[in-house]
């Protein structure tokens, strides 16, 4: 079985500063990570996809995220926040032969001009 | 570009109707998804179904049921709509695989039921 946690259900930062919104997740299984951001009155877009390849994954808007197995994490980084970056982010995993999703709580992110 | 439709964005209903909510995706996927999503739940699996006439429960089916009748289209029905059901609803799809397949989804329909 899998399970995610958003650790922090908002989070706020200045235009400009580092983000970085964190996963941790467990699995019975070789895991597949996901991040979708979803901004107001729309559906979720995926932003980033592990697949055990590459443990740095990079994805759009200038987001990336690391997959730690030891620390069975995968949090979502940007170096510079902007404005457009205000959304809700959620975290989602699935395992090896499984066809769903499951998803942590979200977390909610303010930038500060 | 994959393309999710669900058919309504707002919807109204009373206690006790049959509500029927609709999704149709256009790019052959062979799975598709609905949850429910509510503040600091994240979003939650009702059903989803991998192949036409083909669905499995997921995490709170409860109160919901659903159709495929058609690859494209999905369906979900609140049999006796109840105030708890109140919610923002998606519709997602997936090409089949071993779980590295990312969902595509839909803007959402927000319920309201009164």
């Known amino acids: 079985a899998q399970s995610v946690t958003q650790l922090g259900s908002h989070v706020s930062v200045s235009e400009g500063a580092l983000v970085l919104l964190r996963c941790n997740y467990s699995s019975s299984v070789p895991p597949y990570l996901f991040w979708y951001v979803q901004y107001p009155n729309k559906g979720l877009q995926l932003l980033l996809k592990?697949?055990?390849?590459?443990?740095l994954v990079k994805g759009i808007n200038g987001f990336e995220a690391e997959f730690k197995k030891s620390e069975t994490s995968f949090h979502l980084t940007k170096p510079s926040a902007h404005m457009s970056d205000a959304a809700e982010y959620f975290c989602a995993v699935t395992g090896q032969g499984a066809q769903k999703l499951v998803f942590g709580q979200g977390t909610r992110l303010t930038i500060n001009p | 570009d994959v393309k999710v439709t669900q058919s309504s964005r707002y919807l109204v209903k009373r206690t006790g109707e049959k509500v029927f909510l609709e999704c149709v995706q256009d790019m052959d996927h062979e799975n598709m998804f609905w949850y429910r999503q509510d503040p600091g739940l994240g979003l939650r699996l009702i059903y989803f179904?991998?192949?036409?006439?083909?669905?499995e429960k997921g995490d709170i089916p409860e109160g919901y049921s659903v159709s495929r009748e058609k690859k494209e289209r999905f369906s979900l029905i609140l049999e006796s709509a109840s105030t708890n059901q109140t919610s923002m609803y998606l519709c997602a799809s997936s090409l089949a695989g071993g779980g590295n397949q990312p969902q595509h989804f839909g803007d959402g329909t927000r319920l309201s039921i009164l």
């Open positions: 592990y697949t055990s390849a590459a443990t």
């Open positions: 179904s991998y192949d036409v006439k083909m669905k």
